[in-house]
């Protein structure tokens, strides 16, 4: 993507932390995803009193999107508090999997924007899809 989107991006993600509900955590974390005709959605991570229950803001971005009708995504940015950027928890690769193509752009950023960048190829070698189910389900 160009660099005025993945600017686009990463201040989204930077911003949306700003609602992340975490009053057992205190870490707060925002995701924005960008979508091929350059929308952007994002999400925070939302905690519950019964811990399980967290929703990572990975998670909260992509289901948004997905739920506004979107699912060609082109790229996905992941921004926390502190120096140390934050890799998607088990769950969340999951559900990025579902939805992203083995090279589309995931850039990993502390507060200051700064990070890496990297793929859900990286994230989940040999993960589960539905080309897994060959002729099982709808795919
Ligand atoms: N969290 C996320 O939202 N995304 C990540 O990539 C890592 C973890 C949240 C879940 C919980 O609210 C807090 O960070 C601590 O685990």
Not at 53 to 63: K, S, V
Not at 85 to 105: H, K, L, M, W, Y
Request: net charge negative; proline share 3%.
């Amino acid at each position: 993507m160009d660099a005025a989107l993945k600017m686009r991006l990463v201040q989204s993600a930077l911003e949306a932390r700003k609602n992340a509900y975490v009053p057992y955590s205190g870490y707060r974390v925002g995701a924005a995803v960008a979508t091929k005709e350059g929308s952007i959605y994002s999400g925070c991570n939302i905690e519950n009193a019964s811990y399980g229950l967290t929703n990572c803001a990975e998670r909260t971005a992509i289901f948004k999107a997905v739920s506004q009708g979107e699912r060609d995504f082109i790229g996905l940015a992941v921004a926390v508090d502190g120096s140390r950027p934050a890799s998607p928890c088990g769950a969340c690769r999951q559900v990025i999997r579902e939805f992203f193509d083995d090279e589309t752009e995931i850039f990993l950023v502390n507060e200051n924007g700064q990070g890496i960048c990297t793929t859900i190829a990286r994230l989940l070698p040999d993960g589960f899809t539905k080309e897994n189910m060959g002729g099982y389900g709808n795919s």
